[in-house]
């Protein structure tokens, strides 16, 4: 069983009148998915500050982090460290009809909390959920043979567990967030999935959504 939470959705309409919350390489802005099982659910699509139109290479390093950390949650489960389920907002890059955009799409998470970052902070409110998610950060470490850490752990509960989104990998072999020469060279099998046309031109396999 893999762990993830996905849109399971094919189109969209995204607020654009303000941003509903920004980061350090990221706006973000809120939407409601239009077509398909989660029709009527709230969604945010996250676009990069710079390169969103161009740069695949951004969007492949993200893919990447998601890809690596779902394993890390799936082995996570397998052991059964813990008798709760933790998921992944998984996204997927889809496209702005009206501009072009490629942003990453996901389901919103409410109850928004964090309990990790990238430099070492995290958080000592002794909670259940609180210490299950350190400890999900040294079973990365650990079951990697201390090749990755998962961290900059935050997301929301629900009924059926805790669900995850935008997490770090930190490795050694690469910078943070760097991760997808590391990625090719161990996961080959895993390489992000392109079609190409009779020209040999490149495409993504990614979806549009309405503004």
Same mark, same amino acid.
């Given at each position: 069983?893999?762990?993830?939470?996905? &849109?399971?959705?094919?189109?969209?309409?995204? %607020?654009?009148?303000?941003?509903?919350?920004?980061?350090?390489?990221?706006?973000?802005?809120?939407?409601?998915?239009?077509?398909?099982?989660?029709?009527?659910?709230?969604?945010?699509?996250?676009?990069?500050?710079?390169?969103?139109?161009?740069?695949?290479?951004?969007?492949?390093?993200?893919?990447?982090?998601?890809?690596?950390?779902?394993?890390?949650? %799936?082995?996570?489960?397998?052991? #059964?460290?813990? &008798?709760?389920?933790?998921?992944? &907002?998984?996204?997927?890059?889809?496209?702005?009809?009206?501009?072009?955009?490629?942003?990453?799409?996901?389901?919103?998470?409410?109850?928004?909390?964090?309990? &990790?970052?990238?430099?070492?902070?995290?958080?000592?409110?002794?909670?259940?959920?609180?210490?299950?998610?350190?400890?999900?950060?040294?079973?990365?470490?650990?079951?990697?043979?201390? #090749?990755?850490?998962?961290?900059?752990?935050?997301?929301?509960?629900?009924? %059926?567990?805790?669900?995850?989104?935008?997490?770090?990998?930190?490795?050694?072999?690469?910078?943070?967030?760097?991760?997808?020469?590391?990625?090719?060279?161990?996961?080959?099998?895993?390489?992000?999935?392109?079609?190409? %046309?009779?020209?040999?031109?490149?495409?993504?396999?990614?979806?549009?959504?309405?503004?």
């Amino acid at each position: 069983m893999s762990y993830a939470r996905r &849109n399971n959705a094919t189109r969209a309409n995204i %607020d654009q009148s303000h941003v509903f919350a920004t980061g350090t390489f990221k706006n973000v802005w809120k939407g409601v998915y239009t077509v398909g099982a989660r029709t009527g659910q709230a969604c945010v699509a996250k676009e990069f500050k710079t390169g969103s139109v161009y740069e695949r290479r951004y969007f492949e390093e993200e893919m990447n982090v998601i890809r690596l950390t779902q394993d890390i949650i %799936d082995a996570w489960h397998a052991e #059964r460290i813990i &008798n709760r389920e933790i998921y992944l &907002n998984t996204p997927e890059i889809w496209t702005m009809i009206s501009t072009g955009v490629k942003v990453l799409l996901e389901p919103m998470i409410q109850n928004f909390e964090k309990f &990790n970052s990238n430099t070492g902070w995290a958080s000592n409110t002794g909670g259940v959920w609180s210490e299950a998610m350190q400890a999900l950060s040294h079973f990365s470490f650990h079951n990697s043979n201390g #090749r990755f850490l998962l961290c900059d752990l935050q997301g929301g509960l629900y009924s %059926d567990g805790y669900v995850l989104s935008d997490p770090v990998i930190m490795s050694q072999k690469a910078p943070l967030r760097s991760l997808l020469q590391v990625w090719m060279e161990e996961t080959q099998d895993h390489r992000p999935s392109r079609a190409s %046309d009779e020209n040999g031109h490149e495409h993504d396999e990614s979806r549009s959504l309405a503004d």
